[in-house]
């Protein structure tokens, strides 16, 4: 096994834009680019390695040669050939929809999938951007009904103005939206699963209005209110700090300033590194060094040793915690 590298995902939509492809240093795009999915396992949108020996594998096949080698002992008992985890940059040059993740519970019994609990963490935030997120309030299933039908929706949820390095954690059930003016990194569990509450009345491309999944949002929707506040951090020491955790994945901050160390919590887990800022030699024991510069990710198998990095960048790493 290696580090591991892989080919970026590009996915045009009509509220993206052009800072991700810049942000990746890649030529110009006929067609606005709202995400960048950085590593997947969904079926028919896997990741691919880039290069090495394994190059051309999918993110599953990895996973099915390598096993508990690659994602950990007890990753691998909980999700088999699964990759538990969905990585991607999103570029919000409009509003996205008003929308709802489902829990594990309703998305296996609806979509034989696993639900969605994601976090963002804001790369760029424009002069009056914001993120929405949660009801400013309690609400009865018919206030909700009465709120769409008057397309007043966004008068009970929290708009909170975006800033570069703040984070949002949003679990499954609770309301929200990346506002116009977001350039964000978003890790969330393995899942493709969205329930559009409101879109403004925007039309597709062929001049359709986009669905909507208001029965489906009714029932996965949390109705209580939530203050919408941003992530508290945890300083954990040698440059990391802890920006969320919870029971899908763990995200730390990594600021390389010459040289740092990340503890390993056992060989229970990968570690999925995404680099935003500036460039670093990512050393781990008994494998080869590999560069990472920004914009791109890499996984660390769970096999390996302690993990050194030296330069000068800024990461995220994202590692699925134990139950135990």
């Known amino acids: 096994m290696e580090i591991y590298k892989f080919n970026s995902i590009f996915k045009p939509v009509l509220?993206?834009?052009?800072?991700?492809?810049?942000?990746?240093?890649?030529?110009?795009?006929?067609?606005?680019?709202?995400?960048?999915?950085?590593?997947?396992?969904?079926?028919?949108?896997?990741?691919?390695?880039?290069?090495?020996?394994?190059?051309?594998?999918?993110?599953?096949?990895?996973?099915?040669?390598?096993?508990?080698d690659l994602v950990g002992q007890e990753v691998y008992r909980r999700y088999g050939d699964k990759f538990p985890l969905l990585i991607k940059l999103i570029d919000a040059q409009r509003d996205l929809s008003i929308q709802v993740h489902p829990d594990d519970q309703m998305a296996r019994r609806r979509h034989d999938s696993s639900g969605k609990n994601e976090m963002w963490y804001i790369l760029e935030g424009d002069e009056g951007a914001v993120i929405r997120t949660g009801f400013n309030r309690n609400l009865t299933v018919q206030e909700f009904d009465d709120l769409l039908t008057g397309g007043k929706i966004l008068d009970v949820i929290n708009a909170v103005p975006a800033r570069t390095g703040q984070v949002f954690y949003i679990p499954?059930?609770?309301?929200?939206?990346?506002?116009?003016?977001?350039?964000?990194?978003?890790?969330?569990?393995?899942?493709?699963?969205?329930?559009?509450?409101?879109?403004?009345?925007?039309?597709?491309?062929?001049g359709n209005l986009r669905q909507l999944h208001i029965d489906e949002a009714r029932e996965a929707l949390c109705?209580?209110?939530?203050?919408?506040?941003?992530?508290?951090?945890?300083?954990?020491?040698?440059?990391?700090?802890?920006?969320?955790?919870?029971?899908?994945?763990?995200?730390?901050?990594i600021d390389v300033d010459g040289c740092c160390h990340l503890a390993l919590r056992g060989p229970h887990s990968f570690v999925a590194l995404v680099c935003i800022d500036g460039n670093a030699a990512v050393h781990a024991d008994g494998l080869a060094p590999t560069s990472i510069q920004r914009g791109e990710t890499a996984l660390i198998p769970a096999s390996a040793g302690g993990i050194k990095f030296t330069g000068t960048a800024q990461l995220l790493a994202a590692t699925v915690p134990s139950t135990r």
């Open 15 to 68: 509220w993206g834009g052009d800072r991700l492809v810049k942000f990746l240093g890649q030529p110009p795009m006929a067609e606005p680019i709202g995400e960048v999915w950085e590593l997947s396992g969904i079926p028919g949108h896997e990741s691919v390695v880039a290069e090495g020996d394994e190059q051309g594998l999918t993110l599953t096949q990895l996973v099915q040669r390598h096993g508990a």
């Open 172 to 206: 499954a059930g609770q309301i929200h939206c990346i506002g116009a003016g977001n350039v964000l990194v978003e890790i969330q569990q393995s899942s493709d699963i969205t329930y559009r509450v409101w879109d403004y009345n925007r039309r597709d491309a062929e």
């Open 223 to 253: 109705f209580k209110a939530a203050d919408g506040r941003v992530t508290e951090f945890t300083q954990k020491g040698d440059g990391v700090t802890g920006l969320v955790q919870c029971q899908n994945f763990v995200v730390d901050r």
